[in-house]
């Protein structure tokens, strides 16, 4: 569960006010930062270019020259392509820093951005399904499907969106550890929620006869 370090003063942590009376948190969590790198800012794929690159560069320089003094033409290579992929782990520490994903007996919120701040609630009764992307080293990604007319964003939500939905924009908790643990404990809050009935109160006849 995230500690509360943030700047921003919460009620709680990642929620924009405190739990209604009855409501409980079951859990909290946000991105893995390498992870996050990889699958939202393709860092094996810029790592993967770079190298290529320096490949090439010294395949070439070879022909003209020595081994030693062709690796050397390679060098500036490796030192850009680590200094893009700092930046890439530095942008996935920020998202990961300023992300709080919450998982209540009533809906999901995600509080989601690092320059621009938003919380997105999302009752039960809203999300028609969830999809799990689980990957061999236990972390993963659950997509929500939500219901009804509400217009998401895909830019502002991203990266916490289902990679290409951007039509009909998916919001996520992305690349989170233990996913499949955490994807059973949505599940079952979700099926208590949504089977449990709405009470109301209906008008007795002698509120009908006074109102007549």
């Known amino acids: 569960m995230p500690h509360d370090d943030d700047v921003t003063v919460e009620p709680v942590n990642g929620l924009p006010e405190g739990l209604p009376s009855g409501e409980e948190i079951l859990w909290q969590g946000r991105p893995l930062i390498l992870p996050l790198a990889r699958e939202a800012l393709a860092l094996n794929w810029i790592i993967a270019y770079f190298a290529i690159l320096v490949i090439w560069r010294i395949g070439v320089s070879s022909i003209e020259m020595s081994l030693g003094s062709a690796i050397l033409t390679g060098l500036p290579f490796v030192v850009l392509g680590a200094i893009v992929a700092m930046i890439l782990i530095a942008i996935a520490w920020a998202q990961s820093r300023a992300t709080v994903y919450t998982i209540t007996t009533e809906r999901i919120a995600m509080r989601v951005g690092a320059a621009l701040t938003l919380t997105l609630n999302l009752p039960f009764p809203k999300i028609g399904a969830a999809d799990l992307d689980l ?51 949505l599940a079952e809050a979700a099926e208590t929620r949504v089977s449990r009935p709405e009470i109301t109160r209906a008008a007795s006849i002698g509120d009908a006869v006074a109102a007549e």
């Open 135 to 185: 990957r061999k080293s236990g972390t993963g990604t659950i997509a929500l499907r939500t219901l009804g007319q509400a217009r998401l964003s895909y830019l502002v939500l991203w990266p916490h969106v289902r990679p290409w939905h951007l039509k009909q924009p998916q919001p996520a908790l992305r690349c989170i550890p233990d996913a499949a643990k955490v994807a059973a404990i």
